[in-house]
């Protein structure tokens, strides 16, 4: 079947590329593995007029919403190749159908890496957390801790200080050096360099952070950095060059959103180095729009 646009990934990217593109008046489609990656939180917050929902409900009205438009098609299932194909492009999925679009938005996120410090996996989203703006508000006031993934979680300790008491549990990856020292004594950071050797609930809604040695501390939540890499490998597939950041990589992407590869457009976590909603909500429409305004001009 052949479409003007394919969307992959029908979150809060893909679902506002497909919006734009849909009210172009194109014929898109969507194919989506169902795992966004707030799927492990109860609500998602700052995103403005649905702060405080569940991410799942945001993201069925506007599924339901962007199915209102006829020329809309949204399956379920796995993206596993992508290619040029002519002046178009070809995807084929997991279950052996293929599709032909003349545009493709890669819409496809990333997946969280976290440390493999016993407990922290059972947590994330909850009472393990990685971003201070989406979650932060909820903990502050008390004791945060934040778990170290290298040195640069310095900056993290330091930043999550504006919301609360913070100790940095440097599990044995470094020790701070003099210019580090000032900024955990200015920020009034608590330094831990033993190894954390497991995270488990507190029984009031925190975590107790055990350490080596028997000791013990005990946070409203623990912050971490964790690695993120693509969700998926179309984009290397299709030859889309990359930005390497702190935490992992990003799809290359002008302000139109446009990859390096003439016709592919990325928006969303995949093509940004600073994730939230609202971010990927804008690059999504801006992959929308630029991807049916080349079909007009191109
Ligand atoms: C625990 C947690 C909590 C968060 N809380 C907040 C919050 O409160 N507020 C906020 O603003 N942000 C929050 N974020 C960040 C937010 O989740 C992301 O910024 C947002 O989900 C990015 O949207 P996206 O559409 O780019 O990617 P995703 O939401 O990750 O969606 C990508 C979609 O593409 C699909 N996909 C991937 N590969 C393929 C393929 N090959 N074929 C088909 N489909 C594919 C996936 O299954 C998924 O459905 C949170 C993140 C985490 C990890």
Redesign the pocket.
Known sequence: MQYDVIV???????LSAAMYAARGRRKVLV????????R??ER????FGHDGRAPAEILGEAKAQLLAYPAVTVIE???ERAAIAGAGFEVEIDNGEGFGATRLVL???VR?ILSDVPGLAAH??KTVL??PY??GYEVAGGPLGVLATGPMSLHQAELNSDWGDVTLFADGLFEPDADQARILEKRNIRFELTKVSEVQDDRSGGLVVRLDGNRSASVRALFTAPRNVM??P?AEQLGCAFNEGPLGRAIVVNDKQQTSVPGIFAA???ARLM????F?VSGGAMAGVAAHQSLVFG
Not at 8 to 14: D, E, I, Q, R, T
Not at 275 to 278: E, K, P, Y
Request: glycine fraction near 18%; include cysteine.
């Open positions: 992959v990934g029908c979150s809060f990217a893909g194919i989506d593995a169902g795992q966004p990656r707030n492990f939180a998602s917050h700052g995103f299932g796995r993206a819409a496809t996120g969280d994330w989203g990685h971003c989406c979650h969700a998926s179309l969303g976590d995949a994730h939230n909603i609202a990927a």
